[in-house]
């Protein structure tokens, strides 16, 4: 099971996929290929679990703001919904009519050997066989450890992060869980959802585009986001959690 904002996906034993819920930007992936939809007329509610369009059997389904992507078995990845901002990479739009609207599952181009995915709310992660990290995109608040900003359609390496286990986002952040034990966390900062120093106010005040490691924590099992949300949640290997 994948959930997001008003959106759930189930993936059932025989390698369907179905969705139900807010079909807003497309984004339950319903579409049938070869039919134009009217934008306006669309089917805005999927009301009863319906399989999405040509997916079968992915490894992973990661639900972002206005988009979805799916990791395949065999290491790429597809997305649908929203195109803006670079959100699925330079998928192909599915209707000529819609240039920002992908309708069912692309491929995302220049991706392959993907053992994971963590979609935020305008960006998406992709933890690579070799524990690199991948992230496209829009980065305005250092989702994709670019200082700078802006948008990044393809693809492109997020520098400081290597020996990378698991990752996972949170709205507008992201954090990794390294093989040895310890996490990385960047993005945006307010609500100290980036670690700061105690005292240190002016850091609840700023965005992280650089990975900072968490201080005192170590041994972490298991590393979770909140949908949507601002937390992150860790499981130690003594089964605490923090």
């Not at 992973?60 to 670079?86: E, K, N, P, T």
């Not at 991948?134 to 980065?139: A, E, F, L, T």
């Not at 200082?147 to 992201?174: C, D, M, Q, W, Y």
């Not at 960047?186 to 992280?208: I, N």
Request: glycine share 16%; aromatic share 6%.
């Amino acid at each position: 099971i994948a959930v997001g904002w008003g959106l759930t996906f189930l993936t059932m034993r025989d390698g369907a996929v179905l969705a139900c819920g807010s079909n807003g930007e497309y984004r339950a992936g319903v579409g049938v290929p070869g039919i134009k939809e009217d934008y306006y007329k669309r089917q805005k509610l999927v009301a009863k679990p319906t399989p999405v369009t040509g997916l079968r059997e992915p490894k992973q389904i990661a639900v972002g703001g206005d988009f979805v992507v799916a990791l395949l078995g065999d290491g790429r990845v597809v997305g649908w919904g929203s195109r803006s901002d670079g959100r699925l990479g330079e998928a192909a739009a599915t209707d000529p009519d819609m240039p920002g609207i992908v309708a069912y599952p692309r491929p995302i181009p220049g991706l392959s050997g993907v053992r994971e995915i963590a979609a935020g709310h305008n960006f998406t992660l992709a933890l690579m066989n070799d524990g690199s990290v991948k992230g496209w995109g829009r980065s305005r608040k250092g989702e994709l450890c670019n200082e700078p900003g802006g948008v990044f359609p393809k693809p492109a390496a997020l520098p400081g992060l290597s020996g990378v286990r698991h990752i996972v986002t949170a709205g507008n952040n992201a954090a990794a869980l390294l093989d040895d034990g310890t996490v990385r966390v960047w993005g945006e900062g307010q609500l100290g959802m980036v670690w700061s120093r105690p005292g240190d106010r002016g850091a609840l005040d700023r965005d992280f585009a650089q990975p900072v490691k968490i201080p005192g924590l170590s041994q972490v099992a298991a590393l979770y986001g909140t949908v949507h949300g601002t937390d992150f949640i860790v499981v130690l290997q003594d089964g605490s959690v923090r």
